[in-house]
């Protein structure tokens, strides 16, 4: 059964390439354009991964994880941040919201399959590149490196 993933991002361009990015993947993406409708959607769709952006109008990214966080039916779920900052203090922040994984723009499918596992349940044994400009910068769990499918520190 293919893996479910509630994505949160205002960016309608950015909102497609995840989705058909996950879809090309056989994941099957839920995009939520307004995070005033996040927490909502997710009670419904009942995702193994929430991607979320922190720049969203209206109520800011580390809101919803924290709400998101403070629900007792949807706090299991790993919630992966996506955002333009890269500094190590908003990575801080973000992972004090409560985030599970961090991923500066742009980003690559690699940090998504880390974080829920491939679509038959098998592990990823895929292996990204930090960097700059190289897709993605960093996927960690409280700074240790993350098992694929698992959030598990390795």
Same mark, same amino acid.
């Given at each position: !059964?293919?893996?479910?993933?509630?994505? %949160?991002?205002?960016? #309608? =361009?950015?909102?497609? +390439?995840?989705? *058909?990015?996950?879809?090309?993947?056989?994941?099957?993406?839920?995009?939520?354009?307004?995070?005033?409708?996040?927490?909502?959607?997710?009670?419904e769709f009942a995702p193994?991964?929430?991607? !979320?952006?922190?720049?969203?109008?209206? %109520?800011?990214?580390? #809101? =919803?994880?924290?709400? +998101?966080?403070? *629900?007792?039916?949807?706090?299991?779920?790993?919630?992966?941040?996506?955002?333009?900052?890269?500094?190590?203090?908003?990575?801080?922040?973000?992972?004090?919201?409560?985030?599970?994984?961090?991923?500066?723009?742009?980003?690559?499918? %690699?940090?998504?399959?880390?974080?829920?596992?491939?679509?038959?349940?098998?592990?990823?044994?895929?292996?990204?590149?930090?960097?700059?400009?190289?897709?993605?910068?960093?996927?960690?769990?409280?700074?240790?490196?993350?098992?694929?499918?698992?959030?598990?520190?390795?």
């Open positions: !059964m293919a893996k479910r993933v509630l994505v %949160v991002e205002d960016n #309608e =361009l950015n909102l497609k +390439l995840f989705c *058909d990015l996950l879809r090309a993947h056989e994941y099957v993406a839920e995009p939520v354009r307004d995070g005033r409708e996040a927490v909502a959607r997710a009670r193994e991964l929430i991607v !979320m952006d922190i720049q969203l109008p209206h %109520v800011s990214g580390y #809101e =919803l994880i924290e709400q +998101l966080k403070a *629900d007792p039916v949807l706090k299991a779920i790993p919630i992966m941040a996506v955002t333009a900052y890269a500094g190590r203090e908003d990575e801080e922040r973000i992972r004090a919201a409560g985030a599970d994984a961090y991923v500066s723009k742009p980003i690559s499918l %690699v940090p998504v399959r880390r974080c829920s596992g491939k679509p038959d349940g098998s592990r990823s044994t895929e292996r990204g590149r930090g960097g700059r400009g190289r897709g993605w910068r960093r996927v960690t769990q409280k700074g240790a490196r993350l098992a694929p499918a698992t959030l598990a520190p390795v």
